[in-house]
C-alpha cells in the first residue's frame, strides 16, 4: 500500500499503517553507559568500513530521480509513488503488474517499525507473522508459509538483503534500520526470485553510501517499558567526491525481561541485540559501479518466554500440578538462554556495456547458535535441553538487463547456491521415580543426542521477457530451470537409563552422560534427494492510462523438498517432496483526483500440491501410540482469497489508510502418516478469514516551528490456527487464536529544518492478550500445551538527531 503521513512535499514515500505492538527499553542505571556505547558505536562503524570484506547489505539500484509526470502529481497535490525493484528493474509501484507493498524509511526511523521483518508483515494484507524471539521469524502470506523452524528447512516466503538469499529461517531475524525501503512481494515469484518463493518475498534494502555526500545521517535513541533502550543510527561520507563513499550504521537493543519466574523470583526473557554494518561504494568509471558491505549482530536472551497452559477441562498437569494463568509469568526451574552470532557480506557489481546492465551478486552469510533450556516447561526438575548449530552459505548470481524503453526488453541470468548445516541436540530427563509427586507415565527416552551434517547445493537459469505490444498492452513471459541437491548425514543416540551428571552442572552434563545407549531410538542413516523443476510466469497487462493498471498473472511456484531431522525412530527419518503451487491472480491498480485516491483490488487461486506440514500425529514406526511432531507431505489444498489496499488525502496534511484482506484456505486431501487423523478440510495454520487494517495522520503545522504529526492504527485479525491438528478450540484452546485486535497511537513534534524529531507512543493501546504461538503436547516430558503470550501494553518515547 501506499501513502505518505507527513507532508509529501518534503517525504515523498509510501506508507502503511503502523502497527507494532511492541516496544523496547533498557536499565535506569546504565542510561549514561549505553548513551555513551551508541555514540561510539556510530563513529566505529563508520572508521572501520574501509577495512571491511566481502559483504551482504547493498541496495537493489541506484536511487533514481523522481520522473517529470511524478513530480507534476506532487505539484498538484497528488501522492508521490517511490520506486521499487519488484520485477529486478525500477519502476513505479503502481505501475508492477503484482501484488506488491512497499514501506518506506521514515516509517522505520520515525515510525517505530524494524525489530525484525515480523513486524513488516503485519502491516500487509493477508499476511501474518509470528516469533520464538526476534531470531527465529515464522511469516505467512496468503496462508503460505512454514511453521517448522529446523535449520534445514526453508520458508516459502523468501527473505532477500539487499538482493542476496537468505536460507537459514533462524538468520533473517536481523533488525531493520538505516534502510531504504522493504518490498513485500505477494504470491509465487519462481522466476526472478528464485526456489523457496511459493508463499512470496521480503527484500530489505539497505540506505547506501551517497558519492553527491548526500548522505541523510542520523542518531537515534528509544526508552520504554521494560527498562528497553535502542540506539541506532547512521552516518556516510564522501572518500573521493563522485568516485568513493562509505558508510556505517548500528542498532543496540537492550531489554529487561518482560515476564516474571515464579521458581525464581526474577526477570526472565531478557534481551540484548546489537548490529553493526558498513559499506563501500565505488565508481572508478561511469560504467561501473561496485558496492561493498559487511553485517555483524550479536543477540543473547536470558530465561524463558514460554508458559505451560493445560487444555484439560480440570486445568491440571499429571501429578496435580496447576499452571498459573498470570500470562506474564514464568515458572521454570533450568537456566535457559540462547546465543547466537551472525556475520554477512556481499559484493556488488553494476556494469554497463552499452546499452545493457550487467549485474554480479556475491554473498556469503555465516550464522552460530547455542542455546540451553528447560524441556518440561515446569518448576519440576524432569527434563533439560542443550543445542549448538551452526550454517554457512554462498551464492552467486549473474544478470544481464536490457533496456527497459523498447519492444522487448528482457533479463537473462544465473544463480549458484551451497549451504552447509550442522546441528548437535541434547536432551536428559530423569526417572520419575526422582520426582514422586509425577509419577504415572513418564518419560521411556531418558538421554538422546541428535546430531546431522546437512549439505545444499542449487543451481539455476533464468529468463524474463517484456513485450510492449503497443503502448498500453504488455505480455511478461518467465522461466527458472533450477536443479537442486540436498544430503543429510543423521545420527541419534538415545537411551531408557536416566542421566548421571549432576543437574546442578547444567553447562557440562551433556558431556558427563554415562549411561548405556540401545533400543530403538539409537539409529542413522543417510540420505541423499536430487529435484529438476521448471518455474515460470505468464502476466498480461493493460495500461488503461497512466493512473489505472489492469493485469492477469499466472505462475508456478516451488519450495525446495528435505527431510524430517525431527525424527526420533528411523520410520521417521523420510524425504519430503517438493512443494508446488500453480496461481492466478487478477488485479487493479488505480489513483484518483490527482493522486488524492489510491486504490489496488486483487483476487487470487491458488492450486497447492506437496504442501509441506508440520503435524502432530503417531510417531511413524512407534508401538504404542507414542505421538510426536514430525514433517511430512499432505497430499494437496487450495486458497481463494481478495485484497483490497485503500489511501485517501481527503484535505492537505489528513491521510488515511486501510488494507482488507479476506482468505479461505483448505487441505483437498490430508491423512497424517501411521494411521493418524483425516485432516482432509482443515484450514492453513496462520491463515484467518480477515485482516483489517486502519490507519489515520494528521500533520498540524506551527507558525515558524516545525509541525505535530497525530497517528493511530489497528489490525484485526480473526480466528486462526496454529496446527493443522483437529481443530476445535473448545478442546484445544492453545492451538488456536480467537479473533483480536491491536492498535497502536503515537504523537511526534519535528522542528522546521527536520533536524530534530521527538516522539511518545503506545502499541497495544487496548491492552488485548493474545498468543504468539504454541507447542502441542507431543511428548512424556511436555504434559500439557505450552504457549507464548504476546506483549501487553507498552509505552514508550524517542528522539531522533539528523545532520
Known sequence: MARSLRNPSRHPRTVAPDLRGKSLSYRVHRTARFLSAGASALALSLAATPALAAT?????????????????????????????????????????????SALSKEQFQVGGIGRSANEVLSLVPNASAGTQQHGRPRWWIRGVGAGQQQLDLANPVGFYLDDVYISNSSATGLPLFDIE????????????????TTGGAINVISKRPSLSGDDE?????????????????????????????VRGSFRIDDRDGRFTNLFTGQNSNAISDQVFRGQILAKPTDDLEALLSLHYRRYKTDGSYWNTASYAASGVYRGGYVPSTDQDTTNTNAPEWTNNKQVGGSLHLDWHPGDLTLTSITGYERFDSRSAGDNDYTPFEISRGYSNASSRQWSQELRLTSPKDQTLSWIVGAFYFNEKIRSNAYSAALPETAVPALAGGGATVAFSNTRYNHKTESGAVFASGTLNISDRF???????????????????????????????????????????????????????????????????????????????????????????????????????????????????????????????????????????VNVVGPNPGAVGGTTVSYLQNAAKGHVDGAEVELA?????????????????????????????????????????????????????PLRNSGNIEFEADARYTSL?????????????????????????????????????????????????????????AASATVTGDVVQWGDPRTWGASVIYRF
Open 181 to 196: 525501503r522493504v518490498e513485500i512481494l505477494r504470491g509465487p515469484q519462481g522466476t526472478l526470485w528464485g526456489k523457496n
Open 474 to 612: 504488455k505480455l511478461t513471459l518467465g522461466g527458472r530451470w533450477t536443479r537442486e541437491t540436498k544430503q543429510l548425514e543423521f545420527n541419534r543416540l538415545a537411551s531408557a537409563s536416566a542421566a548421571t551428571a549432576s543437574w546442578s552442572n547444567y553447562a557440562q552434563w551433556w558431556n558427563s552422560y554415562t549411561g548405556t545407549y540401545g533400543g530403538a531410538g539409537t539409529f542413522s542413516g543417510n540420505l541423499s534427494r536430487t529435484w529438476d523443476a521448471f518455474t515460470y510466469d505468464a502476466t498480461p497487462s493493460f495500461q488503461i492510462d497512466r493512473h489505472n493498471l489492469i493485469y492477469f498473472k499466472y505462475s508456478h511456484g516451488l519450495k525446495s523438498g528435505g527431510f524430517n531431522t525431527a525424527a526420533t525412530l528411523p520410520a521417521a527419518l523420510i524425504a519430503v517432496e517438493p512443494e508446488r503451487l500453480n496461481s492466478y491472480e487478477v488485479g487493479y491498480k488505480s489513483q484518483w483526483l490527482d493522486g488524492a485516491v489510491t486504490l489496488n483490488l486483487t483476487g487470487f487461486h491458488y492450486d497447492y500440491r506437496n504442501v509441506q
Open 56 to 100: 551482504a547489505e547493498e541496495a537493489a539500484a541506484p536511487e533514481a530521480p523522481i520522473p517529470a509526470a511524478e513530480a507534476a502529481d506532487e505539484a498538484a497535490g497528488g501522492s508521490y509513488d517511490i520506486v521499487v525493484t519488484a520485477g529486478r528493474r525500477e519502476e513505479r509501484l503502481q505501475d508492477v503488474p503484482t501484488a506488491v
Open 217 to 245: 545521517n542520523y542518531l537515534k535513541l528509544e526508552y520504554g517499558s521494560y527498562d528497553d533502550k535502542i540506539a541506532e543510527g547512521g552516518v556516510g561520507a564522501v572518500i573521493v567526491p563522485d568516485k568513493l563513499a
Open 720 to 776: 486462526q490456527y496454529y496446527y493443522v491438528t483437529p481443530q476445535d478450540p473448545a478442546t484445544r484452546y492453545y492451538t488456536s487464536q480467537p479473533g483480536y485486535t491491536l492498535a497502536n497511537a503515537r504523537i511526534t513534534y519535528t522542528t522546521a529544518d527536520d533536524k530534530f524529531s521527538v516522539s511518545a507512543f503506545v502499541n497495544n493501546l487496548l491492552n488485548a492478550r493474545y498468543l504468539n504461538h504454541s507447542l502441542v
Open 648 to 700: 485517501v488525502r481527503p484535505v492537505e496534511n489528513l491521510h488515511l489508510n486501510a488494507a482488507l484482506g479476506l482468505l479461505n484456505t483448505r487441505y483437498d486431501q490430508f491423512n497424517v502418516l501411521n494411521g493418524g487423523a483425516n485432516l482432509s478440510g482443515a484450514q492453513f495454520v496462520r491463515s484467518p478469514h480477515t485482516t483489517l487494517n486502519v490507519a489515520a495522520s494528521y500533520t498540524v
